[in-house]
Every structure is written in structure tokens, then in C-alpha cells.
């Protein structure tokens, strides 16, 4: 490296890579460079997902960016006398050099269409982005009818990454064949599941994406108006949301005339104020509204009377950000990843006790043993895997005889779980399912709108019936019969329940009780 170069080095501005100290790195890398007399060019880019190497520092080389992680800024010095801007030998063989970026194994076993991009670029970079593949799908969008937009997604098979698993498709043709005057488009961006942070990182390493992707749903269906509704646990996505906006906004992206079409979008963010009811989608749409989120009955759907009493989509952040690639490439290219009806990537999210945490974009497909030894590397107390929960706090609790489900809507459905956001959390054989089932049932009843009788007072009870279970009240005897009586239970709040918050509640609380009946105090025989 000659006096004159400038070299380009690339440290995340992810909030997961900053609270573990990436600006302190950056500030450390600029100084040292500065006393060095040393031309630094310092990019803020996402975060690769490898959360157990963050702060991630790449340096720009001949051969591709070359990693070194996790760095402290009290390693920095070090970085430069070992020469890491100059690709010298020492460097490579630095204690924090990880080689090649594209070459370690957990980013290179991934296939990333949704986060391509993510780790790359500068996530306000417009030019970024444009040099990557962006706003390839919304330039071929604008020269195709409604009708041959909403027909390509329909192909694609891409199904909500929210949960449900209900195809986007329908729910695009559903609006666009509503009559109305004015519709929406509303992004879930609510994400309140343990174990989850796709959708933040898709707001904060990579926004356009999302805002090309709404952008595209409200050409399909007629909409000029878009809402991208955020919990307020997330400072960094909001405010990188509306830099991005703004951006995109003033390059003719977002507004009147985008990409000189005529046709009109607008996109604006709201806060929410932290209520997990509120990842439902009509307590949402009552947030948004400026109402106490509480959940609608239905009908009507949302669809054709949705925000404002006008016909609106609503898909999940993941669900939208899929989209780009998809009217870039094709419905052929997409639905070509992942097996039966799940077609397409999901991005799952590794957390927990899980020596590799982080996030592993893959094609529907591999088990989830595959995705927890071959990508998570097992537990990080390094005692064998008890359970894993998939699928926020709602999910099933999956033991170890069930860790070779194919990662597949229809498989999971098969034993009574759910893929949901992608999110898992791990448990090491430590772990008390019964303590795991009672915080089920208590998040319920805390976290309840409380419409619902199942679902309000179900919740409530339940944490009282797996208390006397713990503490054995009554004797012995009694237990079998507080555990019907909880099985009882969660029946009725499966059946009855107004919306999934009580539904769904059932699926840890049972598959805990099923496959784990020794931490109720019951033999393995007992078990449904």
C-alpha cells in the first residue's frame, strides 16, 4: 500500500454490532489511522448476522474483503502494526482474522436472496443499493398492469413469514380487486418474538429493500399510501427507515411520479408503544388508528376493510422485503428454493444457548438439526440440546426426537409447531420445562388485550393450575387431575380464542407437557 492509498474498511452501525462496541472500534480505527498519517475510508455498513464475531472490522483487498472479528477498540493498534490494510502476511495470521469474508463457512453455506445485500453495502447508500441489484424488480414493475404484478407473486409461492403462512399472493389479489377510492399497504414490522431480529436488520442494514417492496405491493393492488408500523424498542430502524425514506422520496422513488410512471406511493413509519398484541394485525390497525390495541373480530378481513375502514394488505416486514427479488428474477427463480408448498428462503434467527448465534438465510428444506449443529454449532454451555422453542414465545417447545423436522410449513404443522419468523431459541438440558410452560402462560396473561374470555381469564388460570403442579399442592395424587384440568384448558383457549395471542398460547404449554412430562412430576408414559 503506497502512501497515497486510501484503504476502504467496513465497520457495522448494526445496533446488535454497536452495543457490543462497534462505534468505539470505528472511532478507535479512524484515530489510530490519523496518528499513523494513514488515508482510511470508514464505511458503516450491516451487520453480516455472525453476531458472535461482532464487532466485525472488513478490510477492502484485492482478493475481497477479509474479516477480523470480534474486535475491541483496545485491539486496534494491533491490527494496524500486524499490517491489516496492507494485506500482509501477519495480518492473515492475526488471532482476529477470519480470512476471506464470502469464504467463512456460516455466511457461505447460506443462500441470501432477501439479505443479499445485508453486511454489503451501506444501508443509506441509494448508490449502494443500485449497484447491487436494487430497484431492479420496481423498475421492471412499473412497466407491468396490476393484474401481471400480483400474478407473479401468486407464482413465486411465497407465503407470509409472519406466522400464519397464508400466500401474499392472495392476499394482493384480494385488495386489488376491492373497489375503493384509497387503499393501503401496511408493513407488521412489530417484531416481538424472542429470538427474532431479521426485520430489524432489514430496516437498519438494508431499507430499501422493504421500501421497494411496498412500493411494489401498492402498484400491484391500486395503493398510494404506505405504512411501515415499528415497535419503539427499535431507535435505530425507525431512524434508518426515515433516512432511507426521505432519500428514496427525493430520487423520485417514493411520491407523485415514481420512476417517471405517473403512478403515486407515499411511505411513512409509526411507533408503536411497545405492546406484543399489537404484532396482531387489526390491534395493529387500531394502534395505527390512534385506538388501544385491541383485537377485531373478523369479518371483515383487513382486506376488504382494513385501515381506516378501507381495503388494505398487511404482510410482515420479511414478507415484503422478499418481494424485490422476486419481480427482479421471476416467480421461477424464487419458487425454485425449498420443497413442497414452502418455496423461497426464510431467514432463520439462531438464539439462546447457542454457541453460534446469529442469523442463516437458507431455502425451506434442511432439518432443523442441520440448521442448529451444521450453522449454531450446538449449545454454548456445550451440554446436549433439551429442547428448542421455534417460532417466538408462542411456539412449540421441539425436543430432541423431533430435531430432524425438515424446516417446512407443512411438516411442522404435522406435529403441532410452527415455523412462524424464523426465530429459535435453544435450552440446554438444565433447563425446567415446567418454569418454561408457566412463562408461556404468564406472557399470555401479561401481554393479553383481554377481549377474549379464552384467552384473558385462560391465561390467568393456567399460570395458577402449573403452579400447584410445581409445588405439588394437594400431594401426588392430585397432580394428574391438575394436569388434565390444564389440558382442559389450553383446549378451550385453542378453540376459542379470539384471535392466535390465547390460540397459540396451547403450543408451548402442551408440547411441553407431551414431551417433556418428568419436569411435571409425571412418568414419560403419562404423556398424550
Not at 400480483?150 to 400466500?167: K, N
Not at 418474538?193 to 402498484?219: Q, Y
Not at 394502534?287 to 378501507?310: H, T, W, Y
Not at 397459540?504 to 412430576?521: I, K, M, Q, R, W
Request: hydrophobic fraction near 40%; aromatic fraction near 8%.
Amino acid at each position: 500500500m503506497s502512501a497515497n492509498d486510501t484503504v476502504t474498511v467496513y465497520v457495522p452501525r448494526d445496533s446488535a454490532a454497536i452495543a457490543l462496541g462497534a462505534n468505539d472500534v470505528a472511532a478507535a480505527i479512524r484515530g489510530e489511522a490519523e496518528k499513523r498519517g494513514v488515508e482510511v475510508n470508514i464505511v458503516r455498513n450491516g451487520s453480516r448476522g455472525m453476531f458472535w464475531l461482532e464487532p466485525l472490522v472488513e478490510v477492502e483487498t484485492g482478493q475481497g474483503r477479509v474479516a477480523y472479528g470480534p474486535v475491541d477498540p483496545t485491539d486496534v493498534a494491533g491490527l494496524f502494526d500486524a499490517g491489516f490494510l496492507e494485506d500482509a502476511t501477519d495480518a492473515f495470521e492475526h488471532p482476529l482474522a477470519q480470512g476471506l469474508t464470502e469464504e467463512i463457512p456460516y455466511l457461505k453455506k447460506q443462500e441470501r436472496l432477501t439479505f443479499a445485500r445485508v453486511g454489503i453495502t451501506d444501508p443509506v447508500s441509494l448508490d449502494d443499493y443500485l449497484a447491487h441489484e436494487g430497484y431492479a424488480g420496481l423498475k421492471r414493475a412499473v412497466g407491468m398492469s396490476s393484474e401481471a404484478i400480483v400474478q407473479e407473486v401468486l407464482d413465486s409461492g411465497l407465503r407470509g413469514r409472519g406466522g400464519a403462512a397464508f400466500p401474499t399472493g392472495i392476499k394482493w389479489k384480494t385488495v386489488a380487486a376491492a373497489k375503493a377510492a384509497q387503499k393501503y399497504i401496511v408493513c407488521n414490522a412489530d417484531e416481538g418474538d424472542s429470538g427474532t431480529f431479521s426485520d430489524r436488520m432489514v430496516m437498519e442494514d438494508d431499507p430499501f429493500t422493504l421500501i421497494e417492496g411496498m412500493t411494489i405491493a401498492g402498484l400491484a393492488v391500486g395503493a398510494t399510501q404506505g405504512y411501515i408500523y415499528v415497535r419503539s424498542e427499535y431507535p435505530h430502524s425507525i431512524a434508518t427507515l426515515e433516512q432511507a425514506i426521505a432519500i428514496a422520496h427525493a430520487q423520485g422513488y417514493l411520491g407523485d411520479d415514481i420512476l417517471g410512471s405517473g403512478k403515486s406511493f407515499r411511505l411513512e413509519v409509526r411507533k408503536g408503544a411497545g405492546a406484543y398484541i399489537c404484532g396482531e394485525e387489526t390491534a395493529m390497525l387500531e394502534s395505527l388508528e390512534g385506538k388501544r390495541g385491541v383485537v377485531r373480530a373478523k369479518p371483515p378481513l383487513p382486506a376488504i376493510e382494513g385501515l381506516f375502514g378501507k381495503p388494505t394488505v398487511i404482510n410482515n416486514l420479511i414478507s415484503l422485503a422478499s418481494v424485490p427479488v422476486i419481480l427482479a428474477r421471476g416467480a421461477d427463480f424464487y419458487k425454485n428454493f425449498g420443497v413442497g408448498r414452502s418455496h423461497g428462503t426464510l431467514p432463520f434467527q439462531l438464539a439462546g444457548n447457542v454457541k453460534y448465534g446469529g442469523l442463516v438465510e437458507k431455502a425451506f428444506g434442511l432439518t432443523l438439526r442441520q440448521l442448529l449443529e451444521d450453522f449454531g454449532g450446538g449449545t454454548l454451555s456445550g451440554r446436549p440440546i433439551r429442547a428448542v422453542q421455534v417460532g417466538g414465545p408462542l411456539g412449540a417447545y421441539m425436543p430432541q426426537q423431533q430435531l430432524d423436522t425438515p424446516l417446512d410449513y407443512e411438516a411442522f404443522a404435522a406435529i403441532g409447531a410452527m415455523v412462524g419468523h424464523g426465530g429459535m431459541v435453544v435450552f440446554d438440558d438444565g433447563v425446567d420445562m415446567a418454569q418454561q410452560a408457566r412463562y408461556a402462560m404468564e406472557f399470555c396473561a401479561i401481554e393479553s388485550c383481554g377481549k377474549c374470555t379464552p384467552c384473558r381469564i385462560g391465561s390467568t388460570r393456567g399460570v395458577e393450575v402449573i403452579d400447584k403442579i410445581i409445588a405439588n399442592e394437594g400431594g401426588k395424587d392430585s397432580r394428574p387431575q391438575q394436569i388434565h384440568l390444564l389440558r382442559d384448558l389450553c383446549d378451550t383457549m385453542l378453540n376459542g380464542s379470539l384471535c392466535a395471542m390465547g390460540g397459540l398460547t396451547p403450543y408451548p404449554v402442551l408440547s411441553a407437557l407431551n414431551h417433556f412430562p418428568e419436569d411435571f412430576g409425571s412418568p414419560a408414559e403419562e404423556a398424550a
